[in-house]
């Protein structure tokens, strides 16, 4: 009852927001992590790290049309299928794109570990600041909205940031560890990936000025 209860709050908040904007598009693209015969990582009972984000990113591409919001979103994949890294930064450049998202859970040999980290390119480029500060609203949101615990923003040298970060925005979301019992237990239940579909939809809504290409 309860979660159902956060469930419209959070759409009656993004119904709100989207009345407030304007007709302009951002275009992003959300980088579906692993897949096919790479599952990412596997959680207590068995639960995979590629079906959590592409249940997620379904969602969020859901929220999104239902609602005809002023964003123009895309999946590196749409089903269980594996697509190389170089691909999912090329369909970026070819769809130019004002932001890149790539969704993936943790793991851990520690048990307690837990939270989210979001991951920003460990090169300066021209893109650095807005990927950084957009990383930090994104942990913010999450903090806020679903009580998540705050890793940290972290840079890193992960392919698909070094590919990029110097075309556009982009930031690597790590959304807890499966290697925790709760955080592990907290994706058991399908109405957890809507809550965090609409947390993610409406950080990228509201902040849609802050990560834009336009003007550079």
């Known amino acids: 009852m309860l979660k159902n209860v956060i469930f419209v709050f959070l759409l009656l908040q993004l119904c709100i927001i989207f009345g407030q904007e304007t007709a302009t598009q951002k275009r992003i693209i959300i980088d579906v992590g692993h897949g096919g015969n790479d599952s990412g990582a596997i959680g207590m009972n068995g639960i995979k790290e590629k079906d959590i984000v592409l249940a997620i ?10 609602s005809k919001l002023p964003l123009d979103i895309y999946l590196t994949r749409y089903s269980d299928t594996l697509i190389s890294l170089s ?3 090329k369909l970026a450049k070819a769809l130019n794109v004002d932001l890149f998202v790539s969704l993936h859970c943790n793991h851990s ?22 990927s950084i ?3 930090f609203q994104l942990q913010a949101e999450f903090g ?4 998540f615990e705050s890793r940290g923003v972290k840079f890193a040298n992960f392919q ?4 990029t970060d110097g075309f556009c925005p982009s930031v690597l979301l790590e959304l807890g560890f499966l290697s925790n019992r709760d955080e592990n237990e907290y994706y058991q239940s399908s109405s957890n990936f809507e809550v965090l579909a609409l947390v993610m939809l409406e950080c990228l809504i509201q902040n849609r000025n802050g990560y834009e290409r336009a003007g550079d």
């Not at 520690?110 to 480029?125: C, D, K, L």
């Not at 806020?144 to 009580?147: E, I, S, V």
């Open 109 to 130: 040999d520690n048990p307690n570990a837990r939270g989210i980290e979001v991951y920003v390119g460990n090169t300066e480029s021209k893109y650095s600041n807005k």
């Open 144 to 147: 806020k909205k679903l009580g």
């Open 133 to 135: 500060w957009f990383a």
């Open 87 to 89: 691909d999912r930064t």
């Open 160 to 163: 698909v940031l070094r590919e």
């Open 57 to 66: 990113a379904l969602e969020i591409l859901s929220l999104n049309e239902q």
